[in-house]
Structure formats: structure tokens, C-alpha cells
């Protein structure tokens, strides 16, 4: 994983609430003022007792705690706090390295640390790593919910997903059958993708996927929900950049995801326009990324141009600049 910055923390941290435990009052401040940048609320506690208390009434999707503290120490807080909440959120910082305290986290459940003393590169990349996992899961969670009010209409979208589905798997081979007009070799040097960036690929595109359809089903939409879409597209697109060879492709997905983050109002009431076109360029884009995958470099290039196309299309939609929305739609 590259630097976590602030910023990068910050996007899935702002909407979160954080309950901190640290005797030392030194620290205590120290930290804490960190956090109160990134959470929307931050309330701390200085033992066990006291922040079993405010957990009973209050609700933090994420709990970090000291061990070694008074009244009550840090163990039996997580067992509390599990009692309650099996599935919580805690993390755990302490200075100490005791084997028996790391098999009883183990047996808890828990799975991230921060040791002490505390750095700042250290506890943005635990608490980037732990908002993320929370905040995927609220989209999902929501994702399902959505898909349980709207069975009806979820079969339309189905049956026209499976529509379209086959006319790109026929788009898609007709691609392959051309045959290509330059002899020239095809340099892979540039082409051939690391193992954990195609990872990295597939990770987003489920990211982009349920994204995308929560989008399309949701009834109360706002520009926050499209703004998830366009910073998953910008981090999909920082990932080709170390590929000259896609740079085209790349520079379009960027592209693609400022545009939806900067989409005006307006937009929302629009937003229906771009569905059938996303899940065509999503469904392209799974393809691509697997060509990849199995060293078919040919039939990878061979998608470049209809991808960017349909980039253009969307971008076109979102900006109200698409004189005909309609006939561009047919295409597909």
C-alpha cells in the first residue's frame, strides 16, 4: 500500500464517530487532537469504566484503546464492548509486546494495532484501513436494503442487463475477429500489469459495480453518492498510470471520475441516462482487465477505442452537452 495521507484518511473517516481510551493525558491530548480532523465526533475516556459507560449510550463505529489503564483496563473493555457489539470495530495501542495479550486479541477478534509510541504514518494507515472496511460495508448493507424494497423493478434492470450483456459479448467478439491492420509487433514492455495492481483492478471494479448500481436504484440520490463513483474511477485511473501503455485509457478515467465529482445538481434528475452506458463500460472493463490477466495484450488494445467512447458519452451526459442523448444510446 502507498503513503496514506490526511486527506486519503479523511474521506472515509468524516462521517464517523471515535471512541478513544488513553490514560496518559499527555497523549491523550496529543492524539486527540489528530482525530478531531478526521472524525465528526471524537469523545474520549481516560479507563475502561468510564468509556464502557458512554459506549452503553452512544454510538462509535470505531473504538481505539490503551491496555494497561485503571479501574478497568483494556481486555476487559473489549469484552464488554464485544458483549454488546460482537462485530465493533476496536483498535488496540499499547507499548508493550506480551504474548498472552496478543493471543487473548486474537481470540477477540481483533486485528488492528497501533504501537506506541504513536506515529503519525502508522495510525492514519490503521485508521484509513479500518474507516474503509466500515464504509464499504454501510454501501453494501445499503446496497442490499435498496435491492429488498425495489424487487420489481431489479428484475427490469435484470432482464435488461442480461440484454445488453449479450449484444457487448457480440460487440465484444466482433473486436476480437478484427483482424490488425499494422504488422508491427505489439511491445508488451508497457503492458504487462503487476500482480497486485491487477488485484488492486479487481477490488475497484466491484467497488465501481455496486457503486454504480446503488446509483441506479437509490430513490433519495445526492451528489455525495456520485462522488463515491468518481473517486473510485480516479483511484482506478492512479493505478494504470504506471503503464505508458494505457495512458490513453488512463487520462480518460480520470477524466471521467473529476467529471463526476464536479457534476452539477442538476445532474441528479439525469443521472438514469448514464445507467445502461455505465454497466456497458463496467461489463467492458471487467473484459479488459481479464485480457490482461491471461497476456492477451491484442484483445485488450482491441477494447480501447470502444471504452474511451463510451467514456465520452457519459462525460457528455453528465456535462449536458450531449445534443442527442437518445441516438448516442442506440449505439449500444
Not at 509487433?185 to 508497457?190: F, G, K, P, Q, R
Amino acid at each position: 500500500m502507498g503513503h496514506i495521507d490526511l486527506q486519503m484518511t479523511l474521506q472515509y473517516t468524516r462521517e464517523l464517530n471515535l471512541l478513544y481510551v488513553e490514560d496518559d493525558k499527555e497523549l491523550q491530548a496529543q492524539t486527540k487532537e489528530l482525530l478531531d480532523a478526521l472524525f465528526k465526533n471524537v469523545v474520549v475516556k481516560e479507563n475502561g469504566k468510564t468509556a464502557l459507560e458512554v459506549f452503553e449510550k452512544e454510538s462509535f463505529e470505531i473504538v481505539i484503546t490503551d491496555i494497561r489503564m485503571p479501574v478497568m483496563d483494556g481486555i476487559e473493555l473489549i469484552k464488554r464492548v464485544k458483549a454488546i457489539n460482537p462485530m465493533q470495530c476496536i483498535i488496540v495501542t499499547s507499548a508493550y509486546n506480551d504474548t498472552d495479550d496478543l493471543m487473548t486479541f486474537i481470540n477477540l477478534g481483533i486485528k488492528q494495532f497501533i504501537h506506541k509510541p504513536i506515529q503519525i504514518d502508522n495510525i492514519l494507515e490503521v485508521l484509513y484501513m479500518s474507516a474503509k472496511m466500515i464504509v464499504n460495508e454501510r454501501m453494501i448493507e445499503s446496497y442490499r436494503k435498496e435491492l429488498e424494497k425495489s424487487n420489481i423493478e431489479l428484475k427490469n434492470k435484470n432482464d435488461e442487463l442480461q440484454s445488453l450483456i449479450r449484444i457487448l459479448d457480440a460487440k465484444i467478439w466482433q473486436l476480437s475477429q478484427e483482424k490488425n491492420q499494422k504488422s508491427a509487433h505489439i511491445d508488451t514492455a508497457n503492458l504487462m500489469m503487476s500482480d497486485e495492481h491487477l488485484t488492486e483492478l479487481k477490488e475497484l471494479e466491484s467497488d465501481i459495480s455496486g457503486a454504480s448500481v446503488l446509483i441506479s436504484l437509490s430513490k433519495r440520490l445526492s451528489l455525495s453518492n456520485i462522488h463515491v463513483l468518481g473517486n473510485l474511477f480516479i483511484a482506478y485511473s492512479e493505478v494504470l498510470k504506471s503503464y505508458d501503455g494505457f495512458s490513453a485509457l488512463q487520462s480518460e478515467i480520470e477524466i471521467l471520475g473529476m467529471t463526476l465529482n464536479n457534476a452539477p445538481q442538476n445532474f441528479i434528475t439525469r443521472v438514469e441516462k448514464i445507467s445502461t452506458l455505465l454497466k456497458s463500460f463496467i461489463y467492458v472493463l471487467r473484459m479488459w482487465r481479464k485480457f490482461l490477466l491471461h497476456q492477451e495484450f491484442k484483445k485488450a488494445l482491441d477494447l480501447h477505442a470502444s471504452m474511451i467512447n463510451d467514456i465520452t458519452t457519459i462525460i457528455a451526459i453528465i456535462s449536458g452537452t450531449a445534443d442527442k442523448i437518445e441516438s448516442e444510446m442506440e449505439l449500444f
